[in-house]
């Protein structure tokens, strides 16, 4: 495994502090069907100091379907995640998590979805937004479709994560927050991440279609790199003219002089 040459085998001294021996570690790597606990798998990790990829792969090997986590799901990325989503501007982009935790986003992206980015960093989860903010906050078109598949998705995630208990708090904080989500946890339908066209409305109401496209990153495989990509020449323009608003008075601003929420396209020149 790893900086071990692709063994689990270990020292004597270390075979002593797990309690297993040689043949055991042999035994696991063949495949064969020894049934050890949890507990364990994570006395070898602590002791053989394996890193998350090669702790991956233990839990793999003996047939566990999670691993404990060792950050928050909401650990920010690398400064160059960052640096390639300001490059994709004008087009929205945004790094989130499994679990729809928004780790960065670039300016387009809070063009989009202003009412997502006024949140605390620590509070930024694309299913939390959707299911407890306000309407005149909700940037989808399509809310059902797009948030039932986005919960579909969640749950496919979820399985992988039986031992998560942040996964599992943030699931039983969102049922008791939004019966909605509660009723669509419960109809245990899974799905995977596609591309797909998506619309959304803009703070005038004015409706864009764009086609969301994600790409994982290496780092993290449970973390996506999403893109919007302008479905037509409207949706682009009217992204552009989200953008340059958005840079003139914050998203904040861009909220409250929006159509949406009464204030009107005049107020985003005063």
Do not use: C
Not at 46 to 75: C, F, I, M, N
């Amino acid at each position: 495994m790893g900086r071990r040459g692709g063994a689990l085998v270990a020292g004597r001294g270390e075979e002593d502090a797990a309690g297993i021996g040689v043949a055991w570690y042999t035994w696991l790597e063949q495949g064969r069907r020894i049934n050890p606990s949890v507990q364990v798998l994570d006395a070898i990790a602590r002791t053989l100091k394996l890193d998350r990829t090669e702790r991956d792969h233990l839990y793999r090997l003996a047939g566990v379907p999670s691993v404990p986590l060792d950050a928050p799901a909401t650990a920010p990325g690398p400064p160059e995640h960052q640096a390639i989503l300001d490059a994709l501007t004008p087009l929205p982009a945004t790094l989130v998590t499994a679990r729809y935790d928004v780790l960065a986003y670039n300016e387009a992206y809070a063009a989009l979805d202003p009412g997502l980015t006024l949140l605390p960093s620590g509070d930024r989860n694309v299913l939390w937004h959707l299911f407890t903010s306000q309407e005149r906050l909700q940037p989808l078109v399509e809310w059902e479709r797009e948030v039932s598949f986005m919960v579909a998705q969640l749950r496919a995630e979820s399985g992988y994560r039986l031992r998560d208990a942040e996964w599992a708090g943030f699931v039983r904080r969102l049922s008791e927050a939004s019966p909605r989500f509660a009723e669509m946890w419960d109809r245990h339908e899974v799905a995977s991440p596609v591309a797909r066209v998506k619309s959304f409305w803009t703070v005038d109401g004015d409706r864009l279609g764009l086609r969301a496209t994600g790409f994982a990153a290496t780092a993290d495989p449970g973390t996506r790199m999403w893109v919007y990509t302008p479905e037509d020449p409207d949706t682009e323009r009217l992204l552009g003219e989200l953008v340059g608003r958005l840079r003139e008075s914050g998203p904040a601003a861009l909220l409250e002089r929006g159509s949406r929420s009464g204030g009107g396209r005049q107020g985003a020149s005063d």
